[in-house]
């Protein structure tokens, strides 16, 4: 009925042949045509995933730190004392009693006290301003005419032919160095506490009026750095006039000094450590501090940091989470003989031990090219003299996080103003943060340090000789 029946043997032979050759071509095309639509899903993701970037993350970037996970909260802890705020003497105290009875209206005397509420507030005070009237008189003894030296009777009062006073000129140093106020709002603060007006130039001019003053206490700090038995260093970008330098830090437990280069080279470090320095100087692994021949303690807590990266970029490989591993292993185990008081003896062997132990680990690594160990293998090798110092001399820390706490005010007044605008206001800057950074650390109040300061140099002024 289809007409097969009316075909001849070879003519289906030859329909089968031509249908299967149609059906081969037939399905090479649908394989093709696959591929093809195979290809153009890829693509289509391609385009989606740029569309997705160009037209922002649709969550938080990559640099925004992720929440931190809610940890079970347990049964709170009994505090061993009390932490509330501690009553301050009483400045003045005011009674408060009912005088009338609310509902018959009589007349109440007498009682006891129920309970007592403290307030803590600041008066508003209105800037004081004094007129100093220097009379001159006539001595008809000697012929001559007396007026009183201005530098004796104001010498705790005001500096030279300033009218700003001594204190208003060191709160404003203590706001603009360590609460890292900017002149602008200082001028508005000054004006809303106290209605006085000052002009931004004529703050300028007191900051650098009281870094002058302080010079010569500052120089006595670099001495101070010199001479003790341990130094930090550190250093951090300073943009002078829209030009990079750099703020470098030299502290002690018991100093802070900055000062303001352009450079980042050894020259710096060779200059603020001067000749006379030979106690152990604790940095990170930067290259301007090798210029010094002395003790050196590297920061094993920047290489820690380094360490643990490395560990993470590669954690699906075990050699290497496990290299990472050993050089910590060493790392504390030395920490913690440090902490136990041997002989100096013992101590120096134990270092050398360590410094074994270290180069050991490294040394397989310091020529293999496709190591991910290899940099860090180099850095052992290169500083194991300096990795254990901490060890030998019970004084050195392992870690560089003095110069980290001391650095840190300075970049957060860098982003906050930054930078400055001159080579005066860098010397400025780095004399008044080297001042009011060490008297908050010896702790005490930094206005009341800075007049003090300046009255001493009033009174140094007045006895030299003219």
């Known amino acids: ?34 591929a093809t639509v195979q290809h153009q899903a890829e693509r289509i993701a391609q385009l989606e995933d740029e569309i ?3 037209s922002g993350p649709k969550g938080k970037p990559e640099w925004v730190r992720p929440n931190a996970a809610k940890k079970e909260k347990g049964p709170r802890k009994k505090r061993m004392q009390s932490y509330g705020r501690q009553a301050l003497a009483a400045t003045q105290v005011l009674y408060h009693a009912v005088d009338e009875c609310p509902e018959c209206g009589r007349k109440l005397t007498g009682g006891s006290l129920k309970w007592k509420r403290q307030v803590i507030d600041i008066p508003q005070t209105a800037v004081e301003v ?38 208003l000129m060191s709160l404003i140093a203590h706001l603009k ?30 900051l650098h009026a009281v870094s002058e003053i302080g010079k010569p206490e500052y120089a006595s700090l670099l001495e101070k750095v010199r001479g ?49 320095f030979a106690g152990t100087l604790v940095t990170d692994f930067y290259g301007a501090y090798n210029i010094y021949d002395g003790l050196k303690q590297r920061c094993w807590i920047h290489f820690g940091r380094d360490l643990k990266s490395l560990s993470e970029k590669h954690a699906d490989e075990q050699e290497v989470v496990s290299w990472v591993d050993a050089v910590l292993g060493v790392y ?40 991910p160990q290899r940099v860090l293998a180099q850095r052992i090798d290169r500083f194991l003299g300096e990795l254990f110092t ?24 860098r982003k906050v103003s ?34 003090g300061m300046i009255i001493r140099h009033n009174v140094n002024a007045l006895n030299q000789p003219a």
Not at 7 to 33: C, P, S, Y
Not at 261 to 274: F, H, I, K
Not at 390 to 413: C, L, M, T
């Open 228 to 276: 003790s038995p341990v130094v930090h260093g550190d250093e951090t970008g300073w943009r002078e006039d829209g030009v990079n330098g750099y703020l470098w830090s030299f502290s002690t437990p018991k100093v802070r000094y900055y000062t303001h280069r352009l450079s980042r080279g050894s020259v710096v470090v060779r200059e603020a450590l001067g000749e006379d």
């Open 390 to 413: 901490f060890v030998q001399y019970p004084g050195v820390p392992s870690e560089n996080n003095a110069a980290e706490r001391a650095i840190r005010p300075a970049v957060i007044a």
């Open 332 to 371: 504390y185990r030395a920490k913690d003989t440090a902490s136990i008081n041997y002989p100096d003896m013992e101590r120096c062997r134990l270092r050398i031990g360590f410094e074994s132990e270290l180069q050991a680990l490294a040394k397989p690594y310091l020529a293999t090219k496709d190591a």
């Open 130 to 167: 004094t007129d100093h009237l220097f009379f001159e008189r006539y001595c008809g003894v000697c012929k001559k005419r007396w007026v009183p030296d201005a530098g004796a009777v104001l010498g705790d009062v005001v500096v030279g032919k300033k009218s700003v006073g001594i204190r």
């Open 1 to 34: 009925m289809s007409g097969l029946d009316e075909l001849t043997g070879e003519e289906l032979i030859a329909l089968v042949i031509e249908r299967h050759e149609t059906v081969e071509a037939q399905a090479a095309r649908i394989l093709k045509l696959e």
């Open 177 to 206: 160095t360590s609460c890292r106020v900017p002149i602008g709002l200082i001028r508005h603060l000054l004006f809303s506490l106290y209605g006085v007006k000052i002009s931004c130039g004529e703050i300028a001019e007191i």
């Open 52 to 54: 997705a970037r160009l």
């Open 418 to 451: 930054g930078g400055t605008r001159s080579c005066r206001g860098s010397d400025t800057m780095s004399v008044l943060r080297s001042l009011f950074e060490t008297w908050l650390l010896h702790g005490r109040n930094p206005i009341d340090a800075c007049q």
